[in-house]
């Protein structure tokens, strides 16, 4: 096996995007039969890096070497003709279309529709990835996705499969199927790189890794002989500043939010209704709420925030106060804060000054205007303030929000919110696609915040996140919440079981995602 | 193979907003430069008449001042409703409503009226085009129905009620049956601000309307509103503003002005209703909001311009016997440049080269 020549190897590779240097002569080798992990944090250069192998980004400088010959990728369907194959973060599904017809429009040689359902078949039952070839994507749960991606690579008989992130968007049980699967590609002689920043999954999965940092290979090894921790700390440069929880044992307060079978129609026709949401939730306590994507989280933000008002006013009662018809800015006036789980477009406008974004959640309880006139010296004052407290890093003094980096704005607009002392901090998705630096900033804020005697309430898909700040974790599962349990003792196993539905118990009207829990 | 994409720039500054339009009305001019060149006119001398000879009188200057009010006081009202996502296409329809609501009162006032027949003419005026906008917008926000159709559709409705009322029941009986109402007395009449021009109060209106649209644009939480309902319409919801109340409060802001600058059309300048009474100032309006970024100081600039060549037009209709079509060929020429120079600042051109032996 050590003799074997690579199947992929790129050889000082740069690219710049104007003075940035994305990936400044980057080395990779990847065996034949062999997951190569492909490890660093966000910005580090792992997606330009892999455009390049994949055709969609041409190199500025070095080369890539296919099988030992130099070749140029100028189009993807340039590096699938070589055996390259590559399944995105985001999936590019018509949601109305079937799914042999999603797939038959991806192949690069035309096909008759059967013929494409036929061979769809066999390679979803070779792989253990079953999918039924007549149902509609829009049915299909997240993973059932996820699956039709991969199954259109693999039916291109790729030696090399590209996979970006593919495990944020499933549950444990379905991460364990997709290792399944993986580990049967490599059998086969085929290579996999993976890009992953869970460094649990790597160290499972993967015999090789390449660590970039911010566009350069730091590190190469074999994570099996790594701890997760000497990961991280080869992918951030340094000691990573562990979250402290030093917290008083259970000493939660008064109850603060209570939700009272809460009833929500979902406004998307293709979103999910909450049905008979109860929680508590008390001051000084930290409640996580896990779930897979979709499963109600987003209408659970609206209801909570104000977005969408409750149907019944005592549905949901902060501090003794039935506040469920009340707008959001009714609430906020009430100490209450929020952190939608969209930076761009949701908690902030791209287009507009760090100034302005603070007013988009300042204007009603944060004194920014007098007499209808907006008071720009403050907001900026509230612009630095948040700047020097959460250590958001920008150029000028106001820039606009979409010149931030990913990391810094959420650290904006997590401490936009957090400035303002609320009593009840609803945060959704706090720290998805943000660098380990950040995060670990602002989970030790929301944690402080608790602290001080504040109710956090946590939505978020992460469950290391969850286990790391909760004190008590529920799930969310086709818009039904289950009881929260204390985190000290709960297993992922469990929160696992229960985001993929078990427990739950039968359901009248069975929406679609319901179907693929197998 | 060699490719050309449009690639967005990272950071256009402040200066291009103002380059944009500057740099375009340069290259208007220097393309009916070769227009006329070609037309066979001395270009230098077709310039003076088309864009100096307006301006280089007191006369001129006032007919410059006559011709840019409406347009100034419709593309504010526009420059909100495009701000926040709101198409409002049937200024024309509104600015017609305005003046048949202002000029209603005076013919009904008509011998024995005071001197408060003009601030009510006004006052007609504004709350007719007021309701008259308010029309496609309920519709959008009750039942979803697009207001640009509904707005375009109801400018036909208004310029028909226009002609019945003019040929029927509001027809000047002392005039030999033209199709025309009475001159409006003295007392529904807006006043001359000299002698020696057709210039009125209207024009000092218009001046106010864009001082207020410009402070309430920047400075106040209204204005703050408008913008991110445009730009960010979840962050809007967020931020706890309702998008429904906003295009109620745009159209009916936008319908008011444009039925302002119908009553002071009819009761300053044209001084009764006719057919044809307006040039399709509503229309034009459109054009001028976005020559003038959708800023009211910059509407304010833009309408002067175009103001401008509607006056140069007819000058060179008389003197160098152009036809009237130049100045839509002028309008034309603006409107093409602007978009170009607003992409080129906004984007660059790269020429995207593969790789070495490309296959494909």
Redesign the interface.
């Known amino acids: 096996m050590a003799d074997r020549s690579p199947l992929l190897a790129a050889e000082a590779v740069t690219r710049r995007f ?1 003075t940035l240097v994305a990936n400044d002569a980057v080395d990779l080798t990847v065996m034949p039969g062999e997951i190569h992990a492909l490890l660093g944090e966000n910005g580090a250069g792992k997606s330009t890096l892999v455009k390049m192998l994949y055709g969609l980004l ?2 500025d400088a070095g080369r890539i070497l296919w099988q030992g010959r130099a070749v ?4 993807p ?2 590096a699938r003709a070589l055996g390259i194959g590559m399944v995105f973060q985001h999936f590019s599904l018509f949601d109305a279309l079937s799914v042999a017809e999603n797939v038959a429009l991806a192949l690069d040689e035309a096909a008759p529709l059967p013929q494409v359902a036929e061979r769809l078949r066999e390679v979803s039952r070779a792989y253990g990835l079953p999918l039924e070839p007549g149902r509609e994507v829009w049915r299909l749960s997240v993973g059932e996705r996820q699956r039709i991606e991969i199954v259109r690579c693999l039916m291109q008989n790729p030696q090399l499969l590209i996979l970006d992130e593919p495990t944020s968007v499933l549950t444990p049980q379905e991460t364990e199927g997709l290792f399944e699967t993986l580990r049967t590609l490599r059998d086969e002689g085929r290579a996999v790189l993976y890009i992953s920043h869970k460094l649990d999954e790597v160290r499972r999965l993967c015999e090789a890794a390449t660590i970039l940092r911010q566009g350069r290979v730091v590190e190469r090894c074999d994570p099996r002989q790594q701890t997760a921790a000497s990961l991280a700390r080869m992918m951030v440069g340094s000691q990573i500043a562990d979250v402290r929880r030093a917290r008083a044992e259970s000493a939660a307060g008064p109850v603060r939010l209570r939700l009272d079978s809460l009833d929500l129609p979902s406004e998307d026709p293709q979103g999910t209704s909450l049905k008979g949401v109860s929680l508590e939730l008390a001051a000084g306590e930290i409640l996580g709420i896990a779930g897979v994507a979709g499963n109600g989280q987003d209408e659970l933000f609206a209801a909570l ?3 969408a008002p409750a149907p019944r006013a005592a549905a949901i009662v902060l501090e003794g106060t039935p506040i469920g018809h009340d ?3 009714a609430r ?1 006036r009430r100490a209450a804060a ?1 952190v ?1 789980e ?1 930076r761009l ?8 000054a760090l100034s ?1 974004n603070a ?3 300042g ?2 309880a944060n004194g920014f ?1 007098r007499r ?3 008071q720009r010296d403050r907001m900026l004052a509230w612009v630095d303030a948040v700047t020097s407290a959460f250590d958001v890093r920008k150029g000028p003094r106001d820039p606009e929000a979409r ?1 931030l980096s990913g990391g810094n704005l959420q650290k904006f607009v997590v401490g936009r919110e957090i400035l303002r002392k609320p009593r009840l901090l609803v945060v959704s998705q706090p720290t998805w696609g943000v660098d380990a630096g950040a995060a670990s900033l602002i989970r030790q804020a929301l944690i402080d915040l608790a602290a001080d005697g504040a109710s956090v309430l946590v939505i978020s898909q992460d469950l290391d996140e969850l286990f790391e700040i909760a004190d008590r974790i529920a799930v969310i599962f086709h818009g039904r919440l289950s009881p929260a349990r204390p985190a000290e003792g709960l297993t992922r196993e469990a929160v696992g079981l229960l985001m993929g539905g078990e427990g739950f118990g039968p359901v009248a009207d069975t929406p679609p995602v319901m179907e693929r829990v197998a | 193979m060699m490719a050309l994409v449009l690639e967005r720039r990272a950071e256009a500054g402040k200066w291009a907003l103002l380059a944009a339009p500057l740099l375009a009305v340069g290259l208007t001019m220097a393309s009916s430069l070769v227009v006329f060149w070609l037309l066979g006119q001395d270009p230098w001398r077709a310039l003076q008449v088309y864009f100096i000879w307006p301006v280089s009188d007191a006369w001129g200057l006032q007919e410059v001042a006559v011709k840019a009010t409406p347009l100034v006081l419709i593309s504010v009202g526009l420059a909100l409703c495009f701000r926040s996502n709101n198409w409002n296409i049937g200024a024309e329809g509104q600015f017609l409503i305005g003046a048949i609501c202002g000029g209603g009162v005076a013919v009904w006032t008509h011998g024995w009226g005071g001197p408060w027949v003009l601030p009510l003419m006004l006052l007609a005026g504004a709350a007719g085009g007021m309701a008259y906008a308010l029309i496609p917008a309920v519709l959008k926000v009750r039942l979803r129905v697009n207001e640009i159709l509904v707005s375009l559709m109801l400018v036909y409705v208004a310029d028909l009620l226009l002609d019945w009322l003019v040929r029927g029941p509001w027809r000047d009986p002392m005039g030999f049956n033209m199709p025309q109402t009475v001159t409006f007395a003295r007392d529904a009449t807006l006043p001359l601000l000299f002698d020696g021009g057709r210039m009125n109060l209207g024009s000092v209106i218009a001046l106010v309307v864009v001082v207020v649209a410009a402070v309430v644009m920047a400075r106040t939480l209204k204005g703050f509103e408008i913008r991110l309902v445009g730009q960010a319409p979840r962050a809007a919801r967020f931020a706890g503003f309702s998008d429904t109340r906003l295009t109620i409060t745009v159209f009916a802001v936008s319908g008011a002005l444009a039925g302002l600058a119908g009553v002071i059309e009819a009761a300053g300048t044209v001084r009764q209703l006719l057919p044809g009474f307006s040039p399709g100032y509503g229309f034009t309006a459109i054009i001028v909001a976005f020559l003038g970024r959708l800023n009211p100081v910059g509407c304010l600039i833009a309408g002067i311009f175009i103001a401008i060549t509607f006056i140069g037009g007819e000058n060179a209709q008389i003197i160098l016997r152009l036809p009237r079509d130049m100045t839509l060929v002028f309008q034309g020429l603006l409107l093409f440049y602007i978009l170009a120079c607003d992409t080129l600042i906004l984007y660059r051109i790269r020429r995207r080269v593969p790789l070495q032996g490309a296959q494909t």
Request: charged share 15%; net charge neutral.
């Open positions: 104007g041409a190199p140029s990728l100028p189009t369907r340039a925030s104000g977005e707008g959001i800015n906020r929020f939608p969209e477009g949701h908690a902030a406008a791209p287009r507009m302005e007013l988009v959640a204007h009603a205007l209808g006139f907006v010149a």
